[in-house]
Protein backbone atom coordinates (compact mmCIF):
# COMPACT_ATOMS: atom_id res chain seq x y z
CA UNK A 1 0.00 0.00 0.00
CA UNK A 2 1.58 3.03 -0.98
CA UNK A 3 1.99 5.88 1.92
CA UNK A 4 1.43 9.94 1.82
CA UNK A 5 2.33 11.35 4.75
CA UNK A 6 0.48 14.32 5.75
CA UNK A 7 1.95 16.93 8.41
CA UNK A 8 -0.19 18.79 10.72
CA UNK A 9 -3.30 16.40 9.59
CA UNK A 10 -5.31 17.11 13.02
CA UNK A 11 -5.39 21.12 12.30
CA UNK A 12 -8.31 22.74 10.05
CA UNK A 13 -6.94 22.24 6.68
CA UNK A 14 -4.95 19.13 7.42
CA UNK A 15 -7.77 17.46 9.19
CA UNK A 16 -10.31 18.28 6.37
CA UNK A 17 -7.64 17.24 3.63
CA UNK A 18 -7.13 13.79 5.36
CA UNK A 19 -11.07 12.77 5.84
CA UNK A 20 -11.21 13.52 1.91
CA UNK A 21 -8.25 11.48 0.90
CA UNK A 22 -8.86 8.60 3.28
CA UNK A 23 -12.17 8.18 1.88
CA UNK A 24 -11.00 8.82 -1.94
CA UNK A 25 -8.47 6.95 -1.73
CA UNK A 26 -8.68 3.30 0.09
CA UNK A 27 -5.76 2.04 -1.65
CA UNK A 28 -3.65 4.57 -0.07
CA UNK A 29 -2.21 4.50 3.33
CA UNK A 30 -2.42 8.30 4.71
CA UNK A 31 -0.07 8.61 7.52
CA UNK A 32 -0.45 11.76 9.75
CA UNK A 33 2.04 13.20 11.68
CA UNK A 34 0.93 15.97 14.39
CA UNK A 35 2.42 17.34 17.41
CA UNK A 36 -1.23 18.32 19.12
CA UNK A 37 -0.23 21.48 19.88
CA UNK A 38 -3.20 24.17 20.86
CA UNK A 39 -3.63 24.39 16.92
CA UNK A 40 -4.24 20.37 16.55
CA UNK A 41 -6.96 18.24 17.77
CA UNK A 42 -7.42 14.89 17.60
CA UNK A 43 -11.21 14.90 17.35
CA UNK A 44 -11.03 16.35 14.24
CA UNK A 45 -10.10 12.88 12.84
CA UNK A 46 -12.79 11.15 14.49
CA UNK A 47 -14.45 10.25 11.29
CA UNK A 48 -11.05 8.58 10.51
CA UNK A 49 -9.53 7.22 12.96
CA UNK A 50 -10.69 3.80 12.87
CA UNK A 51 -9.89 3.94 8.85
CA UNK A 52 -7.82 0.69 7.72
CA UNK A 53 -5.77 3.15 5.72
CA UNK A 54 -4.85 5.82 8.13
CA UNK A 55 -2.22 5.81 10.77
CA UNK A 56 -1.63 8.79 13.28
CA UNK A 57 2.07 9.18 14.50
CA UNK A 58 2.36 11.46 17.10
CA UNK A 59 5.44 14.06 17.10
CA UNK A 60 7.27 17.31 16.05
CA UNK A 61 8.65 17.34 12.12
CA UNK A 62 11.68 19.08 13.30
CA UNK A 63 12.30 16.04 14.95
CA UNK A 64 14.77 14.27 12.63
CA UNK A 65 15.03 10.89 14.42
CA UNK A 66 11.38 10.70 14.62
CA UNK A 67 11.10 11.61 10.64
CA UNK A 68 13.80 8.89 9.17
CA UNK A 69 12.00 6.30 11.16
CA UNK A 70 8.33 7.31 10.16
CA UNK A 71 9.98 7.46 6.59
CA UNK A 72 11.41 3.99 6.83
CA UNK A 73 8.74 2.33 8.87
CA UNK A 74 6.13 3.50 6.62
CA UNK A 75 7.95 3.42 3.68
CA UNK A 76 6.94 7.08 2.42
CA UNK A 77 6.07 7.76 -1.24
CA UNK A 78 5.10 10.83 -1.01
CA UNK A 79 4.49 13.94 1.45
CA UNK A 80 2.06 16.75 1.62
CA UNK A 81 3.50 19.16 4.17
CA UNK A 82 0.52 21.61 5.75
CA UNK A 83 2.10 21.70 9.27
CA UNK A 84 2.84 25.04 10.34
CA UNK A 85 2.04 27.45 13.30
CA UNK A 86 -0.28 29.92 11.36
CA UNK A 87 -1.75 32.72 13.48
CA UNK A 88 -0.01 35.92 12.69
CA UNK A 89 -1.01 37.93 15.77
CA UNK A 90 1.14 34.87 17.50
CA UNK A 91 3.85 35.40 15.03
CA UNK A 92 3.79 39.02 16.32
CA UNK A 93 4.41 38.12 19.92
CA UNK A 94 6.39 34.98 19.52
CA UNK A 95 8.29 34.80 16.13
CA UNK A 96 11.25 32.57 17.06
CA UNK A 97 8.44 29.72 17.08
CA UNK A 98 7.44 30.19 13.79
CA UNK A 99 11.17 30.18 12.38
CA UNK A 100 11.38 26.86 14.65
CA UNK A 101 8.28 25.16 12.64
CA UNK A 102 8.37 26.68 9.60
CA UNK A 103 11.08 26.93 8.70
CA UNK A 104 13.25 24.03 9.96
CA UNK A 105 10.71 21.62 10.43
CA UNK A 106 9.93 21.86 6.59
CA UNK A 107 14.19 21.84 6.30
CA UNK A 108 13.66 18.73 8.22
CA UNK A 109 11.11 17.08 6.13
CA UNK A 110 12.44 18.12 3.01
CA UNK A 111 16.08 16.90 3.60
CA UNK A 112 15.01 13.49 4.82
CA UNK A 113 12.58 12.81 1.55
CA UNK A 114 15.54 13.82 -0.53
CA UNK A 115 17.97 11.46 1.30
CA UNK A 116 15.64 8.44 1.35
CA UNK A 117 14.05 9.06 -1.88
CA UNK A 118 17.45 9.71 -4.02
CA UNK A 119 20.68 8.10 -4.73
CA UNK A 120 21.70 11.85 -5.53
CA UNK A 121 20.72 14.87 -7.02
CA UNK A 122 18.62 14.34 -10.04
CA UNK A 123 18.52 9.86 -9.60
CA UNK A 124 16.11 8.57 -7.62
CA UNK A 125 16.05 5.21 -6.13
CA UNK A 126 14.38 2.28 -7.47
CA UNK A 127 10.62 2.40 -6.65
CA UNK A 128 10.96 5.71 -5.59
CA UNK A 129 10.73 7.33 -8.89
CA UNK A 130 8.40 10.61 -9.36
CA UNK A 131 7.80 10.39 -5.81
CA UNK A 132 6.43 14.04 -4.92
CA UNK A 133 6.54 16.64 -1.81
CA UNK A 134 3.63 19.05 -2.20
CA UNK A 135 3.98 22.01 0.40
CA UNK A 136 1.23 23.92 1.16
CA UNK A 137 1.50 27.85 1.55
CA UNK A 138 -0.42 30.91 1.90
CA UNK A 139 -0.91 34.28 -0.27
CA UNK A 140 0.60 36.19 2.89
CA UNK A 141 3.92 36.00 1.08
CA UNK A 142 3.05 38.22 -1.75
CA UNK A 143 2.98 41.02 0.93
CA UNK A 144 -0.27 43.30 0.15
CA UNK A 145 -2.47 44.90 -2.61
CA UNK A 146 -4.20 47.93 -3.40
CA UNK A 147 -7.94 48.09 -3.61
CA UNK A 148 -7.31 46.51 -7.64
CA UNK A 149 -5.15 43.41 -9.13
CA UNK A 150 -4.39 39.82 -8.00
CA UNK A 151 -1.60 37.79 -6.78
CA UNK A 152 -0.25 35.27 -9.38
CA UNK A 153 2.51 32.20 -9.26
CA UNK A 154 4.87 35.12 -10.87
CA UNK A 155 3.99 38.19 -8.10
CA UNK A 156 7.46 38.80 -6.07
CA UNK A 157 7.27 38.02 -2.65
CA UNK A 158 6.94 40.56 -0.32
CA UNK A 159 6.29 39.01 3.20
CA UNK A 160 4.98 41.77 5.89
CA UNK A 161 5.15 39.90 9.40
CA UNK A 162 6.94 37.08 10.82
CA UNK A 163 4.34 34.49 9.67
CA UNK A 164 4.77 35.08 6.35
CA UNK A 165 8.67 35.36 6.48
CA UNK A 166 8.34 32.14 7.43
CA UNK A 167 6.60 30.51 5.04
CA UNK A 168 8.16 32.49 2.20
CA UNK A 169 11.52 30.94 4.06
CA UNK A 170 9.77 27.49 3.37
CA UNK A 171 8.66 27.72 -0.04
CA UNK A 172 12.13 28.93 -0.91
CA UNK A 173 13.70 26.05 0.54
CA UNK A 174 11.42 23.47 -1.16
CA UNK A 175 12.06 25.30 -4.54
CA UNK A 176 15.70 24.88 -3.57
CA UNK A 177 15.61 21.03 -3.32
CA UNK A 178 13.67 20.96 -6.72
CA UNK A 179 16.17 23.04 -8.48
CA UNK A 180 19.94 21.60 -6.44
CA UNK A 181 19.04 18.27 -6.22
CA UNK A 182 16.03 17.31 -8.93
CA UNK A 183 13.51 16.64 -6.49
CA UNK A 184 9.72 16.11 -7.86
CA UNK A 185 8.32 19.33 -5.44
CA UNK A 186 5.23 21.35 -5.93
CA UNK A 187 3.86 24.73 -3.84
CA UNK A 188 0.44 25.68 -3.44
CA UNK A 189 -0.35 28.90 -2.34
CA UNK A 190 -4.32 29.72 -0.91
CA UNK A 191 -6.27 32.11 0.35
CA UNK A 192 -8.17 32.48 3.55
CA UNK A 193 -9.84 29.30 4.20
CA UNK A 194 -13.02 29.21 6.29
CA UNK A 195 -14.91 25.95 6.97
CA UNK A 196 -15.60 23.34 9.51
CA UNK A 197 -12.86 22.60 12.16
CA UNK A 198 -11.13 26.28 11.88
CA UNK A 199 -9.16 26.46 15.25
CA UNK A 200 -11.53 28.92 17.68
CA UNK A 201 -9.03 32.26 17.56
CA UNK A 202 -9.41 32.45 13.60
CA UNK A 203 -11.87 35.19 12.61
CA UNK A 204 -15.28 33.69 11.79
CA UNK A 205 -15.45 30.89 14.38
CA UNK A 206 -14.82 33.92 17.24
CA UNK A 207 -17.32 35.91 15.95
CA UNK A 208 -20.30 32.93 16.04
CA UNK A 209 -18.37 32.08 19.33
CA UNK A 210 -18.70 35.41 20.64
CA UNK A 211 -21.90 35.84 19.34
CA UNK A 212 -23.90 33.24 20.69
CA UNK A 213 -22.01 33.89 23.95
CA UNK A 214 -23.22 37.69 24.33
CA UNK A 215 -20.04 39.11 24.38
CA UNK A 216 -18.03 41.91 22.16
CA UNK A 217 -17.36 40.92 18.41
CA UNK A 218 -13.59 42.21 18.21
CA UNK A 219 -12.90 43.69 14.36
CA UNK A 220 -9.71 45.16 13.98
CA UNK A 221 -9.37 49.10 12.71
CA UNK A 222 -12.30 49.56 10.47
CA UNK A 223 -12.78 46.48 9.32
CA UNK A 224 -12.21 47.23 5.64
CA UNK A 225 -9.33 44.75 5.25
CA UNK A 226 -10.01 42.69 2.65
CA UNK A 227 -9.40 39.24 2.10
CA UNK A 228 -10.29 36.40 -0.84
CA UNK A 229 -11.95 33.27 1.28
CA UNK A 230 -11.50 30.15 -0.04
CA UNK A 231 -14.04 27.13 1.70
CA UNK A 232 -11.67 24.23 3.24
CA UNK A 233 -12.64 21.45 0.64
CA UNK A 234 -12.41 23.45 -1.97
CA UNK A 235 -8.90 24.04 -1.02
CA UNK A 236 -8.03 20.65 -0.26
CA UNK A 237 -9.60 19.50 -3.76
CA UNK A 238 -6.89 21.32 -5.10
CA UNK A 239 -4.11 20.34 -3.08
CA UNK A 240 -5.20 16.32 -4.26
CA UNK A 241 -5.19 17.66 -8.20
CA UNK A 242 -1.79 19.99 -7.53
CA UNK A 243 0.23 16.53 -5.78
CA UNK A 244 -1.48 13.85 -8.49
CA UNK A 245 -1.25 16.16 -11.69
CA UNK A 246 0.56 18.97 -10.85
CA UNK A 247 3.99 19.55 -12.72
CA UNK A 248 7.32 18.95 -10.96
CA UNK A 249 8.79 22.73 -9.64
CA UNK A 250 5.52 24.65 -10.64
CA UNK A 251 3.13 27.04 -8.21
CA UNK A 252 -0.54 26.66 -8.00
CA UNK A 253 -2.28 29.43 -6.17
CA UNK A 254 -5.57 28.23 -4.95
CA UNK A 255 -8.56 31.27 -4.18
CA UNK A 256 -12.09 31.48 -3.65
CA UNK A 257 -12.66 34.54 -5.71
CA UNK A 258 -14.80 35.27 -2.94
CA UNK A 259 -13.48 38.99 -2.28
CA UNK A 260 -14.94 40.34 0.88
CA UNK A 261 -13.74 42.88 3.67
CA UNK A 262 -14.39 42.12 7.12
CA UNK A 263 -16.96 43.85 7.89
CA UNK A 264 -19.16 42.18 5.20
CA UNK A 265 -17.91 39.46 6.53
CA UNK A 266 -19.05 39.41 10.62
CA UNK A 267 -22.53 41.25 8.99
CA UNK A 268 -23.25 38.17 6.91
CA UNK A 269 -22.44 35.94 10.11
CA UNK A 270 -25.25 38.30 12.47
CA UNK A 271 -27.59 38.11 9.66
CA UNK A 272 -27.66 34.13 9.32
CA UNK A 273 -27.64 33.66 13.68
CA UNK A 274 -30.36 36.33 13.64
CA UNK A 275 -32.34 34.25 11.47
CA UNK A 276 -31.33 31.04 13.42
CA UNK A 277 -31.54 32.31 16.90
CA UNK A 278 -33.07 35.72 16.78
CA UNK A 279 -32.63 37.27 20.27
CA UNK A 280 -35.92 39.11 21.46
CA UNK A 281 -36.03 41.93 18.31
CA UNK A 282 -31.95 42.84 18.39
CA UNK A 283 -29.42 41.82 16.52
CA UNK A 284 -26.28 40.04 17.30
CA UNK A 285 -24.65 43.16 15.27
CA UNK A 286 -25.40 45.24 18.17
CA UNK A 287 -22.17 43.39 20.25
CA UNK A 288 -19.63 44.39 17.19
CA UNK A 289 -16.78 46.20 18.56
CA UNK A 290 -13.95 47.96 16.56
CA UNK A 291 -10.66 47.30 18.16
CA UNK A 292 -6.86 48.33 18.03
CA UNK A 293 -6.12 47.07 14.50
CA UNK A 294 -3.07 44.49 13.96
CA UNK A 295 0.60 45.58 13.50
CA UNK A 296 1.72 45.64 9.88
CA UNK A 297 -1.91 44.52 9.45
CA UNK A 298 -2.23 44.07 5.43
CA UNK A 299 -5.08 45.65 3.39
CA UNK A 300 -5.78 43.18 0.89
CA UNK A 301 -4.96 39.59 -0.49
CA UNK A 302 -6.58 38.11 -3.84
CA UNK A 303 -5.63 35.46 -5.49
CA UNK A 304 -5.54 34.73 -9.78
CA UNK A 305 -6.53 30.86 -9.80
CA UNK A 306 -6.77 30.55 -13.27
CA UNK A 307 -3.39 28.49 -13.50
CA UNK A 308 -4.86 25.74 -11.27
CA UNK A 309 -8.45 25.87 -13.25
CA UNK A 310 -6.87 26.30 -16.76
CA UNK A 311 -4.12 23.46 -16.26
CA UNK A 312 -5.37 20.86 -13.38
CA UNK A 313 -9.10 21.74 -14.24
CA UNK A 314 -9.93 23.02 -10.25
CA UNK A 315 -12.97 24.72 -9.33
CA UNK A 316 -13.96 25.93 -6.34
CA UNK A 317 -17.61 24.21 -5.49
CA UNK A 318 -19.12 26.85 -2.94
CA UNK A 319 -19.32 30.22 -3.03
CA UNK A 320 -19.28 32.36 -0.12
CA UNK A 321 -22.92 32.27 0.42
CA UNK A 322 -23.20 28.60 0.30
CA UNK A 323 -19.96 28.05 2.20
CA UNK A 324 -20.51 30.39 4.79
CA UNK A 325 -24.13 28.55 5.64
CA UNK A 326 -22.46 25.53 6.09
CA UNK A 327 -19.46 27.04 8.05
CA UNK A 328 -22.27 28.68 10.60
CA UNK A 329 -24.00 25.70 10.84
CA UNK A 330 -21.14 23.64 11.87
CA UNK A 331 -20.35 26.21 14.77
CA UNK A 332 -23.66 26.87 15.89
CA UNK A 333 -23.25 22.69 16.06
CA UNK A 334 -20.20 22.58 17.94
CA UNK A 335 -20.63 25.93 20.09
CA UNK A 336 -24.38 25.37 21.29
CA UNK A 337 -23.40 21.70 22.89
Known amino acids: MKAILVTGGAGFIGSNLIEYLVFKYPDYNIVNIDLLTYAGDSKNLKAVEKAPNYTFVHGDICDRELIERVFQHYYVHGVIHL???????NSISNPDVFIETNVKGTFTLIDVAYKYWMEKPFVYKKGFENNTFLHVSTDEVYGT???TGLFTEETPYAPNSPYSASKASSDLIVRSYHHTYGMETVITNCSNNYGPKQHDEKLIPTVIRK???GENIPVYGDG????DWLY?????????LAYHNGISGEVYNIGGKNEQNNNYIVAKICELLD???????????????YVEDRAGHDFRYAIDATK?????????DENFDSGIEKTVQWYVEKYKK
Open 224 to 227: KNIR
Open 275 to 289: AKFPKNGKSYKDQIT
Open 145 to 147: LGA
Open 83 to 89: AAESHVD
Open 308 to 316: IETKLGWKS
Open 232 to 240: VLDHCKGID
Open 211 to 213: ALA
